[in-house]
């Protein structure tokens, strides 16, 4: 909810920073879970639109985008927040037209005093015009020892929602994420998150074909590994410079099929016309 007062917010972040998150909280899963549906876009740190936040709004506006997901950070950045101004102006832009922004942060699991305080000033990052959910990527692979990594992985998560219970949440995954980990907390990311998000990257060498089978894969092997068959998804598709107009659309029917709340290509910085075009095809029975 955005009804948080400024002072109430601005007290707590300077007295105890991770007590309680100046971000909208919704107590029903399923309102959490509705934060991430709909077609998003992905801006990253490393992209020259982070520095524009006016044409990141446009964007959305023009295309029908329900949610901007902006990183803040990842564990090896310099800061806790890189470009806070640019956030906060996404942010303002963003809510004047009725458009969501989630925030996501990339933890190592190697410092993890560093991680809980990364998450939480994405968490604050809003301020008086509170955030709308939070974006959990668990792809790093810097702590060697799987097990640990797992371990870590979920303990994060865990720590993330008895901290801030009611903030809406997804977990950012890799799409073979058993493949890249070999030990993966699927169970525990599902249990303290409200939707899944595999990265649903795929080759340039498949054909249409085989990317919207892979697409579909994409949301029910996260519903075979966490154990829940009506898990909620949102397919990350792309990475869209990679990719050729054909194999865009192949994935945005793979998602539709299969059942996606939600859908989005990595990211806006090289999304084309194509890539706008395979969000209407996601939103089109049939098309």
Known sequence: MRNLRPSLCALVATIVLIAVPCAVAQSDPAQRAAVFAGAGVWVDIYDATIHEPQYVVDQAVAHQVTTIYWETSNYHSPADIMYPDDLRQVIALAHAQGIKVVPWYLPGYRNIKLDRRRFAAAINAGGADPIDGLGVDIEADIVRNRQLRATRAAQMVQWLRTTY????????????????????????????????????????????????????????????????????????????????????????????????????????????????????????PGA
């Not at 525990?188 to 939707?195: Q, S």
Request: glycine letters at 6%; hydrophobic letters at 45%; aromatic letters at 10%.
């Open 165 to 284: 219970p009611d903030l809406p949440m997804a977990g950012i995954v890799p799409r073979d994420a058993l493949a890249w980990w070999r030990i993966f907390p699927y169970a525990e990311i599902r249990a303290n998150t409200d939707v899944m998000m595999p990265m649903c990257y795929t080759s340039r060498y498949l054909t249409s074909a085989q990317t919207t089978a892979m697409s579909a894969d994409c949301v029910t092997t996260i519903r075979t590994q966490t154990g829940d068959p009506t898990a909620p998804v949102h397919v990350i598709a792309g990475v869209t410079d990679f990719l050729k107009p054909r194999l865009l659309i192949a994935a945005a029917r793979g998602a539709r099929d299969a059942g996606a709340m939600g859908f989005s290509l990595y990211n806006l910085e090289t999304t084309t016309t194509a890539g706008w075009r395979a969000l209407d095809v996601w939103r089109t």
